[in-house]
């Protein structure tokens, strides 16, 4: 028998880097993630970057923007409430955001963010001019999405109501509702465990270490910085490849391609 570490509670897709995203009770995946998630991003021009709100100077302001997948393709509703296709809003967001951008549809060789140091972000202000960090995204992830590391994000509630925000600063695919008891992070220690969501079988990769968009203005959702500082105090752990990081949540790739649900169970493959 699988031992079962809890039930899905909820589904998210991205379809724009970096822009509030959906809600949804069904989830395609396939060998690169989940079908639709993080599918476009914006490029700065200027310096071929990708943009995101990770660093909070020049992108923060995306998070005012929210897009869904529809027919025809992504549509991205803008700070003044109307709607546009995302192949449209190139000019409307280059002037939102003070900085000419390029919708993107396949993630380049190489595609790279800036991330300044989030706790200096915390601060120094979200303005400060921090010498940011310049990593590549998707190092873990086959395909073109953009990724920040691995296929799919996933987060427990354990880990959530230890924090006390909501799921949506942490930006994941899948939130895991734990059983009654379950301790905070408890993610940690499913690092290269396998786990079977519904048809979906997932490898666990990587413990998420948490950048400065937690803590940023949501849509109408105000600043939250306990979203970075008590993982910061209470969760600094060994990334692979990245050091000793505040964390929570984890990626996974994908092993075995299906689709999920809300209200399936979480079960580990191994022991």
Request: with cysteine; aromatic share 4%.
């Amino acid at each position: 028998m699988a031992a079962v570490g809890g039930v899905v509670s909820a589904l998210h897709r991205y379809p724009v880097k970096s822009m509030l995203g959906e809600d949804v009770v069904q989830l395609e995946v396939d060998a690169h993630g989940a079908v639709g998630d993080r599918a476009l991003a914006l490029i700065d021009t200027a310096t071929g970057k990708v943009a995101t709100a990770k660093q909070p100077r020049w992108w923060r302001s995306l998070l005012r923007c929210s897009a869904v997948c529809a027919d025809g393709g992504v549509r991205v509703r803008l700070p003044d409430g109307q709607w546009r296709s995302a192949d449209e809003v190139d000019d409307v967001l280059s002037a939102l955001l003070g900085r000419t951008v390029a919708m993107a549809d396949h993630r380049p060789a190489g595609a790279a963010v800036e991330r300044p140091d989030p706790e200096r972000v915390l601060s120094e202000g979200l303005d400060a001019d921090i010498d940011p960090a310049v990593l590549e995204i998707a190092q873990g992830a086959p395909g073109g999405r953009f990724v920040d590391h691995s296929s799919l994000h996933l987060i427990t509630t354990a880990t959530l109501d230890e924090i006390g925000v909501e799921a949506m600063r942490y930006r994941p695919n899948i939130v895991i509702a734990t059983p009654a008891g379950c301790p905070a992070f408890v993610e940690n220690g499913w690092i290269g465990r396998r786990l079977r969501i519904g048809s979906v079988h997932l490898e666990a990769t990587l413990p998420t270490p948490r950048c400065s968009v937690p803590t940023l203005e949501h849509g109408d959702s105000g600043r939250e910085p306990c979203a970075l500082r008590i993982p910061a105090d209470r969760n600094r752990v060994e990334v692979a490849g990245f050091g000793v990081l505040p964390c929570a949540g984890f990626y996974a790739n994908i092993v075995q391609p299906g689709v999920l649900h809300t209200g399936d169970d979480v079960e580990f493959l191994d022991r």
